[in-house]
Nanobody, 128 residues
Framework: LMLAAGVWGGLVQPGGSLRLSCAVSGSSLDYYSIGWFRQAPGKEREGISCVSSSDGSTYYADSVKGRFTISRDNAKNTVYLQMNSLKPEGTVVYSC?????????????????????WGKGTQVTVSS
């Protein structure tokens, strides 16, 4: 299993939007709950959103609730994170993660979600 996070363009002004993608390869996305994490320089990694494999339910941290939307397209083996109303947080690395055993059927609340495998992150810069 491999996860690859990506973004079309990584520099946006405050208030703008970006969509992240997390492409899954080597197995079917159907079996995996996927979490999105972010880490700013000098700060701890934060789990900001998660989508469950069992029922597609979603969770958002308070810091992004109402602005970000997570979705999964099992046919494309891809999870997306639509980010709107972005705040001027400088450069932040976003990563997607899952549990390789596919035992985590849902992530219905705050971390920990049991994720043990992170794909390579992608940088997002929100600055004027």
């Amino acid at each position: 299993l491999m996860l690859a996070a990506g973004v079309w363009g990584g520099l946006v002004q405050p208030g703008g939007s970006l969509r992240l993608s997390c492409a899954v390869s080597g197995s079917s996305l159907d079996y995996y709950s996927i979490g999105w994490f972010r880490q700013a320089p000098g700060k701890e990694r934060e789990g900001i959103s998660c989508v469950s494999s069992s029922d597609g339910s979603t969770y958002y941290a308070d810091s992004v609730k109402g602005r970000f939307t997570i979705s999964r397209d099992n046919a494309k083996n891809t999870v997306y994170l639509q980010m709107n109303s972005l705040k001027p947080e400088g450069t932040v690395v976003y990563s997607c993660a899952t549990d390789l055993s596919a035992l985590v059927s849902g992530c219905w609340g705050p971390e920990p979600w049991g994720m043990d495998y992170w794909g390579k992150g992608t940088q997002v810069t929100v600055s004027s």
